[in-house]
């Protein structure tokens, strides 16, 4: 219990909240890493396999060059609401992130010309998400640190997350293959993003 302590709790001093906010990150975490799996699998069956090496590339590579350098006009315009809105700010992320992996689930839906266009706007909805999130952690670790301890917080609070991120991934593909039909795993986005929004929420309340 000692190890398990000393891997997820900071030496120095810690918010009271600390407890409360690792915890429902963790679920958190674990939903969103959920839906990022089953989003990606549905993507990856919009990829036409008729088409040649260099082009099922360039598709895939291709939306990750358009969300990076789509989110950049978002971010330098957004910036500075982190800091004067937060709770705003949180909410324009998480309609962009909940925007994202449905738009990334609907892919082969579409007729397969379009996925450049697809998952190249959700790649955009997803960087924008990801920028948002990472403003709103910056402030809620800063609040949790009281010893100068920003460091191992950040580190110790990104080990919970990642666990929880790869117990999501391995919840998305028991999904997966529980329901094989495209169609069927769209309905669990929403859901999950419901519960997403809800932990979220809860792991940062009295921190903003």
Request: aromatic share 10%.
């Amino acid at each position: 219990m000692n190890k398990l302590k000393a891997l997820i709790y900071p030496v120095g001093k810690y918010n009271p909240k600390y407890t409360k906010y690792i915890g429902w990150s963790f679920i958190s975490n674990t939903i969103a890493s959920t839906q990022h799996a089953i989003s990606v699998h549905n993507m990856l069956l919009a990829i036409d396999s008729d088409t040649t090496e260099i082009t099922r590339t360039v598709n895939y590579i291709g939306k990750d060059i358009i969300g990076q350098l789509g989110s950049l006009g978002y971010m330098a315009k957004m910036a500075k609401k982190a800091d004067q809105n937060p709770k705003k700010f949180l909410n324009y992320s998480n309609v962009a992130q909940q925007s994202s992996y449905l738009v990334t689930c609907i892919t082969p839906l579409i007729s397969s010309e379009y996925f450049l266009l697809l998952a190249g706007s959700a790649n955009i909805m997803s960087n924008i998400s990801f920028v948002g999130f990472g403003a709103i952690n910056a402030k809620c670790i800063s609040n949790l640190a009281e010893d100068n301890n920003i460091g191992e917080i950040y580190a110790k609070i990104t080990i919970i997350n990642t666990l929880g991120s790869s117990l999501g991934m391995l919840l998305g593909i028991f999904i997966t293959s529980l329901y094989p039909d495209n169609n069927c795993r769209i309905m669990f986005i929403p859901i999950l993003g419901i519960l997403r929004i809800y932990t979220y929420n809860k792991a940062i309340e009295g921190l903003l």
